[in-house]
């Protein structure tokens, strides 16, 4: 993809990471120092978890956002939609939801596993840390329910 008009068009958070990294690229051909933020921004904010382009080596391509476009066509979600299933991810039902709005009255139990699944395929699977799916990623302070029950 390549970026005409700044400003002109929603994009993903995979075409925001393509664009920079092409961009710090070209400060390296020409020996020229770049905007002091642009290695914070990829490193802070793309490649860092929860992000799915945190994952090494990372998954997504440009060929994979078109295929992932052309297997959820059939579904018709709207463009923001699309961006937010390729910025999030989503592993299961259960996260898609938070991203398709009316999804239950809109897809089939059946469509909505379907779409789980062509992600996954597409994009990979996101392997998410051991200690979230436990439960144990509690911040400083917070309360496990399973604790409050035994005091």
């Known amino acids: 993809m390549k970026i005409v008009e700044a400003q002109s068009a929603v994009l993903s958070n995979y075409e925001v990471y393509q664009y920079l990294s092409d961009q710090r690229s070209r400060y390296k051909q020409t020996k020229r120092r770049g905007p002091p933020n642009l290695e914070n921004v990829v490193r802070e904010y793309l490649r860092t978890e929860p992000s799915p382009l945190s994952q090494e080596p990372l998954t997504y391509t440009p060929d994979c956002v078109v295929q992932l476009l052309v297997k959820l066509r059939p579904y018709e979600l709207s463009k923001g939609e699309l961006v937010m299933i390729l910025n999030v991810r989503p592993a299961s039902v259960a996260a898609l939801n938070t991203i398709i709005e009316d999804m239950p009255?809109?897809?089939?139990?059946?469509?909505?596993?379907k779409m789980v699944n062509i992600v996954a395929e597409v994009l990979g699977q996101f392997e998410v840390a051991e200690a979230e799916e436990n439960g144990e990623a509690l911040e400083d302070g917070d309360v496990d329910m399973n604790d409050t029950a035994a005091s």
């Open 105 to 113: 009255e809109r897809f089939s139990d059946g469509q909505q596993e």
